[in-house]
């Protein structure tokens, strides 16, 4: 290496498989990212590489082409994240700036000269610094690092892809994710945060209680969730198919149990007549009769 000339001699460095979670879940407070831009560790070359995935990377995202060049290993952030960078010993004294750089620029190496506005850094990376906000927006964002406007250094892998993750798990800042009843949850596959609602509970922020989740019409029944958790009735109803009623669609109901129902009342009537009966007869007998008898003798003598 000659410093304060164009020339730089970069060190061997090994190739490697980045590695990375399959599904996280939204943290409420931001968390400190720090990037450490050097040619000795982290750089991959290749989308199985990169990724660890070939055919399951959000190609919609990451790469529309041929994915088959040097750079540091992606990474994913959640909106919010603080981003700290800074550089080996060896290019902080070559001196090399960081800059903020289109998706073509940074597949395309079409960056020499940066523009003012492309510079996330006044000055060259010496320390640890942080980087503002503004560089970290919703959805992929990518750098890359020069040398007095060359882009060899990032022919050699010294470039990076960012995507940064919003979440959509709440209507309103003031209410929980998720409504307390879920998870807000990305996946690799995903570009954002969204609510995987616990057992029972569906919508998008898991504001509604699902009623029919474990099917429970039988005989062939339709289940009309009610959307509430918050009666002491079944948050379902059934609508069964004839001849089933019920609130699970399990009784049958046919004609021949109407019959039988009128039937089992008639007799029910007529027993009751007969009881009633009985009991006048009974007491007229044990009552009145020797009443009646006692009158009868007063007044004959």
């Known amino acids: ?3 304060g000339a164009a020339s730089y001699c970069p060190p061997c460095h090994s190739q490697v498989t980045c590695r990375r979670a399959t599904s996280h879940e939204w943290h409420t407070q931001p968390k400190n990212i ?3 831009w050097t040619l000795m560790e982290n750089t991959c070359s290749s989308l199985t590489q990169c990724w660890n995935r070939q055919t399951e990377t959000n190609g919609r995202l990451w790469t529309t082409g041929p994915y088959d060049f040097p750079q ?3 990474l994913e952030f959640q909106l919010g994240d603080v981003m700290f960078v800074s550089a080996d010993r060896t290019l ?5 700036h960081l800059i903020n750089v289109s998706k073509e620029e940074f597949e395309n190496l079409l960056t020499l000269e940066p523009r003012t506005e492309q510079l996330v850094f006044a000055s060259s990376i010496n ?3 942080q980087v503002e906000s503004k560089w970290l927006m919703s959805g992929m964002n990518y750098f890359t690092v020069v040398h007095r406007g060359s882009s060899h250094l990032c022919r050699l892998g010294l470039r990076i892809a960012l995507l940064v993750k ?4 709440q209507s309103s800042p003031l209410l929980r994710l998720c409504s307390g009843n879920g998870e807000c949850r990305t996946t690799f596959k995903d570009d954002s945060f969204s609510c995987q609602c616990h057992k029972h509970f569906s919508g998008r922020y898991c504001e509604n209680i699902d009623g029919c989740y474990e099917q429970p019409c039988l005989n062939g029944g339709t289940c009309l969730s009610k959307r509430t958790a918050y009666t002491d009735l079944p948050p379902y109803e059934c609508l069964c198919p004839a001849p089933f009623t019920g609130l699970m669609g399990v009784h049958p109901h046919t004609e021949n149990s109407l019959v039988s129902l009128k039937t089992l009342i008639y007799y029910l009537s007529v027993i009751i007549a007969s009881v009633l009966h009985l009991a006048l007869c009974n007491y007229f007998k044990t009552t009145v009769e020797p009443l009646w008898t006692i009158y009868l003798n007063n007044h004959l003598k």
């Open 127 to 129: 320390s640890t610094l």
């Open 34 to 36: 720090s990037v450490k």
């Open 166 to 169: 919003p979440q959509y798990c």
């Open 92 to 96: 902080e004294l070559y001196g090399i």
């Open 72 to 74: 540091l290993c992606p």
């Open 1 to 3: 290496m000659t410093i």
